[in-house]
């Protein structure tokens, strides 16, 4: 939670702020003692798998439900206990939750007539013109397709002007190039109107694709918070690690900072690992590298100078197009991921290879292991050693 910012006195006007925030249904806990600030016109996206408790935390900012303790803040204005028509917030939902008797028009204008405004034409059409929807006004939702139907769910959510809007799983009814399309969409969308957007999601590459800051969620709780490039390259946990993306984590033992270094035993092997890029410089350690920073090649003889390196068996091998990813039993019977770059200057490697995976030790990390904390390298215990994979 170190990362996570706490309310203070001396937070800008337009941010939204989470103070000791919880949830417990019963004797569970959703949301833990959140403690958050969403900078004024950020796009932050609240990340983790299901049940996680992102989408309870949404729901509390929306005042879709109430908080066991805690409060939200938009400013210096409590609205915890602001209904949710009350609140300058508006929701967009995966699904989209348009009304079918209404054509597009009166769907995105649905919100200023509610509120006895006249004369909405003229906004309206600036609205759909932001989603690129220009004269789409007089179809029915369902003559559109599920991209254009989502477009028309922001438009209505936008026009009401929002000081904070709230994107629940906003793109899981898409298909892949659709969602990817508005990923663009909405990032661009974002850009202009200068809103606070707040993005829940379980999609890592939405995340790291659209926000400006992510925080990772697990158990109630934030892991990690930062730009995506910051968790992805530096994660603070395991967990973290592994739901951003892979990582290769190797248990090992940290001997101490000596210099600019860590130096790291694990499996028989010394490593070491740069000292700005160590969450813990002593005790029970994660080695971690990522799958696209591991070269594969023939021999120990070919390992570049500075490199560190192991050996081991390919067991698996699979093209996915740009890259080719790889497992590889190492002597002790752990596994690594490697994905290697199908760039036409190799040809592949069949399974039964011998070879040899190395890293440049600038591109690893040092993370904390609770002591008798599995590998996640090493097959399970009931698992033999050398078990086709």
């Known amino acids: 939670m170190g990362a996570a910012t706490a309310a203070g006195r001396d937070t800008p006007a337009g941010d939204l702020r989470l103070a000791n925030l919880t949830k417990r249904f019963g004797a569970v806990i959703a949301v833990d003692d959140l403690n958050l600030t969403v900078p004024q016109g950020s796009f932050f996206a609240l990340l983790g798998a299901s049940g996680c408790g992102k989408t309870t935390t949404l729901r509390m900012i929306a005042g879709l439900e109430e908080p066991t303790a805690g ?13 949710p028509y009350k609140r300058p917030v508006n929701t967009v939902f995966q699904s989209y939750a348009l009304f079918p008797h209404l054509d597009v028009f009166e769907n995105v204008a649905f919100g200023l007539r509610r509120r006895g405004i006249r004369g909405v034409r ?12 220009e004269g789409y006004g007089p179809r029915r939702p369902a003559q559109l397709s599920g991209g254009q139907q989502q477009r028309v769910a922001l438009a209505r959510a936008l026009i009401n002007h929002p000081r904070v809007l709230l994107l629940d799983e906003p793109l899981g009814a898409l298909d892949l190039k659709l969602r990817r399309q508005m990923q663009v969409e909405l990032k661009r969308i974002q850009s202009e109107v200068g809103i ?20 990772v969620m697990n158990a109630g709780r934030i892991e990690q918070l ?10 603070a946990t395991a967990f973290v690690a592994n739901f951003l993306g892979q990582s290769n984590l190797l248990a090992g ?3 101490g900072a000596g210099g600019d270094e860590v130096a790291v035993s694990a499996h028989g092997g010394r490593f070491s ?9 002593r ?22 100078a500075g490199c560190q390196h192991l050996a081991g068996v390919v067991t698996d091998a699979s093209y996915v197009g740009v890259s080719t990813q790889y497992l590889l039993r190492t002597g002790w019977g752990g596994e690594l991921s490697v994905f290697v770059a199908n760039s036409g200057t190799a040809g592949p490697l069949p399974v039964g290879t011998q070879a040899v995976a190395y890293w440049d030790p600038r591109h690893a990390f040092l993370l904390p292991r609770e002591p008798g904390e599995h590998d996640p390298s090493t097959p399970a215990r009931d698992e033999p050693v050398g078990a086709p994979s």
Do not use: I, N, W
């Open 196 to 215: 606070t957007f707040v993005h829940v999601t379980h999609d890592q590459e939405e995340a790291m694709t659209m926000a400006d800051t992510v925080a």
């Open 226 to 235: 930062g730009a995506p490039a910051d968790l992805y390259e530096y994660p």
């Open 273 to 281: 690992v740069p000292a700005g890029r160590a969450r813990v410089a």
């Open 283 to 304: 005790g029970p350690v994660h080695l971690g590298v990522r799958p696209e920073k591991l070269h594969l090649v023939d021999s120990a003889d070919q390992v570049p």
């Open 253 to 255: 033992e940290a001997a």
């Open 122 to 133: 003229d906004q309206v059409e600036r609205m759909l013109t932001l989603v690129q929807l």
């Open 71 to 83: 409060q939200v803040l938009l400013g210096d204005r409590d609205v915890t206990r602001l209904r």
